[in-house]
């Protein structure tokens, strides 16, 4: 594993990307037009990024976000979410926002209406922190353990501080596979 | 910059640093606190011959503050508040922790460091099995009419009519109107109208007042002074104890039988009566009250057109009006009960009514007998959220979620630790005295002298205290 970054990095032009300022529902398309691009590849798309007026990153968007956000936010669910911290067991507390769910107030939360569309992703994005980003010219061998050390499906990978493309945790360990088979295979097999 | 400033800024950095990692800033929350009020005041503390006395005060202000027991003050600035020690371990006595039996070495002390209380209770002892011997109150701010009762605390902010009510806290933020039981926290930013009450491995009792609503009764945002129907409730009654703190020799206003006690820093007015054994603490106040049997009233309560059968429990901070209680029944910490004259509310004998609750209601409300209340009720419909019976609670061996309220463990635990806890606070008040046994603090209280403290009323050193150490 003598490769660097950027060999593997997916570059930011072929990355799923919107702008601040925009909607909910336009995060989606651009996330769902970026995996039709990549359909044939192995790993898809699962995060948006967030770009300003100067093409530079400052946010991203992942799945889970775009769910969060459409979560049923009330004073009740706000209760319901913060009962882990005073000591709830998470039985309880996956049961009570079950029963919330169910009731009729929030039926069918998961089909937004027009007003969860039009949210604004600043509203919602994940800002960068500091430990996100990874430069192009580290080695693979560096990138990985910085995956497992940060605990991160995927780098912001820079070039002279500016982001330039995405690592995702999935084609590093392509490479890993491949650099074991190529052990392997070398050793001979097994007797 | 005068010593009571420096003092001031002191104490706001000292609560600043512990709280950065909550990213909470008090300086605008006590900006509005007006210094010059603090020169004004005498401090004053009692001797008793039931009660330990040992007070030690270091460069602070004390105006207006009240001081029982043993006490040490240093470095802090406490107005209107009162340190009553008089429910202190002493040397010898065995504290029950879990599995364990722990022997006080030394007698209890309240110490209060590098701290601003004002209108503050702070009573009870430690709980805190680390610390027997020392209730400390350190690098804190606490706003008006606060509780701080069995709690040591450190490093932390409790807003206005909060309760900390026998939890050791370490660095955290409680907001207004919050009430918590919980042991031992740290970290913590308890959200405004929060009543936690949990007793870990046992239950969880969790109920979150509606904000909106809440801030009707108390609000207090940084910039401005606390607002609300509490405020101005207490503020329309402020006069009535310019008296009895201006005047030295007050006589009593009502006949009090030999076994109760009525403190000469309450106010009483219009046709009240006091039954044996009852008990009403210092800043009570009490008009057309009724009390029966062992009924006791504690600090900061009022009672007005209301009548409590007997062995009530009126916990600090607590106000009545317009509402008749039958017997036994517990009124926590800072409850706001009021009825209206044609249409009263009624509490069934042996109800429990949950610390920081507010009944609020226009028509006639009745909560039958054995039942236990919590939050906001402002119609009889509330009560559907908002209430049930202990004994159907008793049966609750997993979870109960009911509106705002959410419990999860042992109901029988929960209603057991209250009951344990309201007998024992009859028991510590007097409510069972025999004529021979069973003394409490309605019969040891009778014999309160009264001394007062003054601070230097000029220079630099205008509105701080001398230092003043006084032994028996």
Known sequence: ?191 | MKEIEKLFSRIVQRVNINLRELGFDATPYIQIIPINQMVKFYGFYGITPHHPLNFKFKNSNLAGSYFLGRCQVNNSLLYKSDIRGDELKKKGDLFQYSDYEISVVDNEEIQVEDSLLIKTLVHNFSHDPESLERFFIKDTVSMNHSNIHGAPCEGCFIGVFATADLTTMHDCVIGNFAYIQAGEISHLNIPHGTVWVRSPGEFNFYYQHPKDKLQEYVYFAAGSPPQGKFIDFVADRKEAFQRVFDVVNIEQPVPVPSSASLDRYSVTRGQTTIGENVLVAQRAYLQNASLGKGVNVQENCFIINSSLEGKDVTAHGAKIIEADLGSMVFVGFNSFLRGRPDNRLTIGENSIVMPHTIIDVNGAVTIPPGYLVWGLIQSEEDLETNSISIEDFAKVDTRLAMGNMFFEGNGASFVEAFQHRIKHILEANGAFFNGAEKKGHAQKNQYISFNTIQPYPEGNKKGIFPTIVIKP
């Open chain 1, 1 to 191: 594993m003598n490769q660097i970054v950027k060999d593997f990095m997916v570059t930011l032009s072929d990355y799923a990307t919107t702008y601040r300022g925009s909607t909910l529902y336009e995060a989606v398309l651009a996330l769902e037009t970026a995996k039709k691009d990549v359909e044939l590849t192995v790993h898809p798309h699962w995060i948006v990024l967030v770009l300003d007026e100067n093409d530079e990153v400052v946010g991203k968007l992942s799945q889970l976000n775009l769910l969060m956000a459409l979560e049923p936010k009330t004073e009740y669910t706000a209760v319901v979410d913060r009962l882990d911290k005073f000591g709830f067991s998470s039985n309880f507390v996956a049961s009570i926002r079950e029963t919330s769910l169910n009731s009729e107030l929030i039926d069918n939360y998961l089909y937004p209406d027009n007003l969860a569309m039009e949210m604004k992703v600043d509203d919602f994005m994940k800002t960068l922190s500091e430990n996100e980003f990874i430069d192009e010219n580290t080695t693979l061998n560096s990138a990985a353990h910085q995956f497992s050390i940060r605990k991160r499906l995927s780098l912001l990978v820079t070039s002279e501080g500016k982001v330039v493309g995405v690592l995702r945790l999935a084609d590093v360990f392509s490479a890993l596979i491949a650099a074991m088979k190529k052990a392997h295979n070398d050793e001979g097999e097994p007797i």
